[in-house]
């Protein structure tokens, strides 16, 4: 298509993807920030929340590592039921092909802690009286940045 643009399908519908959408990788331990931009355009924000998120009690001894995802990765967001692909949740909360390989993951050690927007693992989310991290995803597309001269 030219000037750093493809189209790309979904779900029956045509979209104009531009090669500035696609994120560097990454894999960056976080150190306590309330914000970390992964690129630009893509931004985590860190919450600290009644009832949500990532139980502060489970960082007490423990890291977050941000990272890109690799494949076949398998996350549990439901207590009491099998782990899912991220493939698979990914699908079901309709995100299109082209952003799903972008969207950051939240390991603790070794364990999916979190899919920001998306879910915390069950062992890990806040009990409703108990502080939790959320965290959450920002993307704003290259198109909308700097529009203004």
């Known amino acids: 298509m030219g000037q ?3 189209i790309s399908r979904h ?3 045509a979209y104009v993807v531009s090669e500035h959408a696609v994120l560097g990788s990454y894999n960056l331990l976080w150190q306590g920030e309330s914000e970390v931009w992964l690129s630009p355009y893509s931004q985590l924000v860190f919450e600290k929340r009644l009832g949500q998120g990532i139980a502060l009690r489970h960082l007490e ?5 941000i990272k890109n995802r690799e494949g076949g990765e398998r996350f549990r967001p439901e207590q009491g039921r099998p782990s899912r692909t991220i493939k698979r949740m990914m699908q079901t ?3 299109p092909p082209w952003q799903r390989e972008h969207i950051p993951l939240i390991f603790m050690e070794e364990i999916l802690a979190s899919i920001p927007n998306l879910g915390v693992d069950a062992d890990l989310l806040a009990a409703p009286d108990e502080i939790g991290l959320v965290i959450a995803w920002h993307y704003q597309s290259p198109e909308t940045v700097n529009t203004q001269n």
């Open 4 to 6: 750093g643009l493809s």
């Open 11 to 13: 779900l029956q519908l």
């Open 61 to 65: 001894h423990a890291k977050l590592r």
């Open 93 to 95: 909360h309709t995100i």
